[in-house]
């Protein structure tokens, strides 16, 4: 298996490619033969911690690339993720007039790839962006399937667009500077990927904990391939989320919902950790799983250090805030469950009362 690239199709046809990288070293060579494209300009959007960190080793290897290359870093945090930012990113863009040949790198986490692509997708109506995701969760989710998006009055991810990059380039060995609160968001997601569609992954998950943790290269890799495998084969189904790809909503629909009554203080791949608890055990209460199953996935979620329980939370409130989801049908929520152990399916028909089992299962 050839771990180092991976080909994203769209609607059947080959549309970009993810590379799998320790270092930036190749970053130049692969951007020329992927995009084969001279660029009148180039804007590397990032945010303060990661500017610190890898700003000026990327704008370095484009200058190599573009005469007119610069920068625009915004304050870290999903508090910057919303419509003044992107408002202040235009101007940016336009003070140093960018054309619809000029092109958007997109260098860091999941809000930085999200609101780049989505300022990339109405910018002129549309200029070209790359992806260089920095975190974990960046790299086995966000920056994957060409969803993009901002937050708007707190409600996450509800101003967006479905809008492909034109290549991803992963650094795997931006891992190694994320703190263990980052590494653990990005792990949620990781096990998501395997609950949904990998039994096996998931099994692989819990037999190398102990290398993952330790941030082994080796198992890393072969980690964010699974996930983007995963991923993009579900994207290449169904990309604009009228079926299948709603199963990669698998703990987000409550886990947004305490991520919101949080204020964001929790991390985002914890808040999908603790909506996976609920819909695990709504999964086990239809059948589709069993108690020790059940038990199963919250050890998993313990050897990774995610929470599995959340304080100063109302059950009623998290319901309440669960049915502003987008992905509301009339007045029911669409519900991603197991179908069993690496395989999902989609449900409609939990009451309010099953709902706030649910909840209670995370409640302290």
Known sequence: MNTTCLNIKYDGEPCYNIYFRPDFGDLAGLFKKDLNKDYDNICIVTDSNVARLYLAEVVSIF???????????FEAGEASKNLDTVSMLYEHLIHRKFTRNSLLVALGGGVVGDLTGFAASTFLRGIDFIQMPTTLLSQVDSSVGGKTGVDFNHYKNMVGAFYMPKMVYMNLGTLSSLDDN???????????SALIADKDFYNWLKENYSKLSAKDFDALAYAVYSCCRIKGHVVEIDP????????????????????????????????????????????????????EEYEDIIGCMKLYNLPVSVSELNRDEILYTSKSDKKMIGTKIKFTILKAIGEADSYVDFTDADLIEAIDQVLD
């Open 63 to 73: 200058k190599g690339i573009c005469e007119n290359v610069c920068s625009f870093s």
């Open 182 to 192: 980052n590494f653990a968001c990005g792990m949620g997601e990781v096990i998501k």
């Open 240 to 291: 604009k989320e009228k079926g299948i790809r709603a199963y990669l909503n698998f703990g987000h629909t409550l886990g947004h919902a305490i991520e919101k009554l949080c204020n964001f203080g929790i991390g985002h791949g914890q808040c999908v950790a603790l909506g996976m608890v609920c819909a695990s055990f709504l999964s086990k209460k239809l059948g589709n799983i069993s108690n």
